[in-house]
Each structure stands twice: as C-alpha cells, then as structure tokens.
C-alpha cells in the first residue's frame, strides 16, 4: 500500500519523533497544531515532527506505521480501517473507535457546545488527575456503553434524547494503551491532554 501523503507538515528542528494527525474536517485540527508547536518550544528535546492527512485520503490506519504517535480528529465520516497503537482518540473518533470495540453510542437531548466539565475517576498519564476537569465540547453524540477492552477514565452526566439520565463515558484508556476523549483538547479551553500525550513515550506505550 502506498504511502499517503499529508497536506500539511511541521519540521521540528532536532525532532526524533513524528506525530501523525488524522482530520475528519474538525474545526479543531490548527488548534491541536497549535499545542504541538507550542509544547515543541516548551521541550525541545521531546520535540516532534507533525505530518496532517485527511482522513479521506488514507485507505488504512498502517499507512501511518513507523509514526511515532497518532491524533485522531472530531469532525464527521466513516473512520480509516485499521488499528494503530500510540493513538488519542477525539470527538467524533472517540464514539467511532468505541463502537468499533462494542461499545454503544447514543444522541443526546441538546448539542453540547462550549466550556464543559468531566469527571476524571482516577488519575491517567494523558487525561489528568482525579476530579473534575474542564473541557471543549462541541457533539450531539455520546458514548454510553464502554467497549470491554477498554477502562472508563472520566464521565459526566447528561439527558439522552428519550429524557433519560445518563452517566456519559467522556474518556477511555484501551488495553493497547490507545486513549480517547469526547471533548476536544485543541480548543480555547485550557487543557493538558494534548501535552500530557506528546509526553508518551515507547517504554510507556509498551508498558500501557
């Protein structure tokens, strides 16, 4: 299979690593390249090459086999097949990859949009220490049952579109080490997730 090629690339003077960032058409996506430059000066000796595909153009996730890490973007569309490990999971490819897994979305009552909050049950490397966080929300979807490979990180509770109360699954760790999260950590709202990721290096990976 041929080798994609992204539309847009960041060298990183010294970098030893690559982060591949898969985009659906997320608003989002110059956010998370944002938060990569600005960790890449905050620690130049973790700091890592950026090579963003559209979604549409990869016909398998091992076309992005060698990158170190691996973004997956909100926005809309059916997911690229495949498996990789090093990946973060967001909006859109959170409810896609837990489905994937045998996981259950389901539409909630009211779109979420803006400042939201998440209740993180232990602390995670990536997704940060127990208790509630604040997050960017922008989805009508939810993911309500968690696939049986992966661990519930953090939830919150909202109305489903029945008007029944439900406690909603805002992140998850796989047992690969793959993480996701519903909200959207390249937004305004201030958030760790995206440094705490590129923080993940591949003694971690192999241990997660």
């Given at each position: 299979m041929a080798k994609a090629k992204?539309?847009?690339?960041?060298?990183?003077?010294?970098?030893?690593?690559?982060?591949?960032?898969?985009?659906?058409?997320?608003?989002?996506?110059?956010?998370?390249?944002?938060?990569?430059?600005?960790?890449?000066?905050?620690?130049?000796?973790?700091?890592?090459?950026?090579?963003?595909?559209?979604?549409?153009?990869?016909?398998?996730?091992?076309?992005?086999?060698?990158?170190?890490?691996?973004?997956?973007?909100?926005?809309?569309?059916?997911?690229?097949?495949?498996?990789?490990?090093?990946?973060?999971?967001?909006?859109?490819?959170?409810?896609?990859?837990a489905v994937n897994q045998g996981?259950?979305?389901?539409?909630?009552?009211?779109?979420?949009?803006?400042?939201?909050?998440?209740?993180?049950?232990?602390?995670?490397?990536?997704?940060?220490?127990?208790?509630?966080?604040?997050?960017?929300?922008?989805?009508?979807?939810?993911?309500?049952?968690?696939?049986?490979?992966?661990?519930?990180?953090?939830?919150?509770?909202?109305?489903?579109?029945?008007?029944?109360?439900?406690?909603?699954?805002?992140?998850?760790?796989?047992?690969?080490?793959?993480?996701?999260?519903?909200?959207?950590?390249?937004?305004?709202?201030?958030?760790?997730?995206?440094?705490?990721?590129?923080?993940?290096?591949?003694?971690?990976?192999?241990?997660?």
């Amino acid at each position: 299979m041929a080798k994609a090629k992204p539309y847009r690339t960041i060298e990183a003077k010294g970098a030893t690593r690559t982060l591949s960032i898969v985009d659906y058409g997320s608003q989002f996506t110059e956010g998370i390249e944002r938060k990569v430059n600005a960790f890449n000066r905050k620690k130049p000796d973790q700091a890592l090459n950026v090579k963003t595909y559209k979604a549409s153009d990869l016909e398998n996730l091992s076309q992005l086999d060698g990158d170190d890490l691996k973004i997956h973007t909100g926005g809309k569309g059916e997911p690229v097949p495949g498996t990789t490990q090093g990946s973060l999971y967001i909006c859109h490819s959170h409810q896609e990859e837990a489905v994937n897994q045998g996981g259950e979305v389901e539409r909630l009552s009211e779109y979420q949009k803006g400042t939201g909050h998440m209740d993180i049950k232990e602390d995670d490397p990536v997704i940060g220490e127990k208790g509630e966080s604040a997050i960017e929300k922008y989805h009508t979807l939810a993911v309500t049952k968690a696939p049986k490979n992966a661990k519930v990180v953090a939830t919150s509770k909202q109305t489903l579109e029945n008007g029944e109360e439900a406690e909603i699954i805002e992140a998850l760790r796989y047992a690969n080490g793959n993480v996701s999260v519903q909200g959207h950590p390249g937004g305004d709202t201030p958030s760790d997730i995206i440094d705490h990721y590129l923080e993940i290096d591949e003694e971690y990976k192999e241990a997660a």
